[in-house]
């Protein structure tokens, strides 16, 4: 293994210890109170099993800044949170996972690496298949009994539609906390 893999993944691991910074738990914070609102403001329900929405943006700011697992924590964290306020449908923890992993995901391809188009679309593209189109599916049957088949078309839909957004404003979104937030986070702890 390279000496830049190797490097690499003690930055990746490393990047947990982050957590014990103020202004690191302060930011998450901030960045959970805002999936908050946006998933209150943000969000268009199409039946029960599609949903278009933009509350993901921040978990996206805070797998880019600081990596896969403190990505995970957040995202975890708030999928229950959102869950709590929100009081809709039931709680079930395959969803909290498919948050998990998706921060995992975003982490492993943005986390202190150069921001590039096609990480970012490998990123969503991934998150699409894997997380929304495959295990979100797969917790539906399980949660509510529906035939995948069913409710799978519908889901590819919206998500071959979302990808070319998401995909815009994400990379629109993560070009600017480079530029403007990153360099904050950046300095000497």
Known sequence: MSQENVASKKSIFS???RLKETKVLTFCGMMGALAVVL????????????????????????????GPWIGAIFGGTMDIVKWFLSGDGDFFPGFTITAMLGAVIYGLFLYNKPLKWWRVIAAQLTVKVVCNLILNTLWLN????????????????????????????MMILLAVIKSSIKPYFDKQR
């Open 142 to 169: 399980l949660l509510y009994g529906q035939a995948i088949a069913a409710i799978l078309p519908g889901r590819i839909v919206s998500n071959a539609v979302m990808l070319p957004v998401d995909t815009i404003i």
């Open 15 to 17: 990047s947990v210890s």
């Open 39 to 66: 998933g209150y403001v943000a969000t268009i329900k199409f039946g029960p099993y599609i949903r278009i929405g933009f509350s993901g943006l921040p978990n996206q700011v805070v797998d880019y800044l600081f």
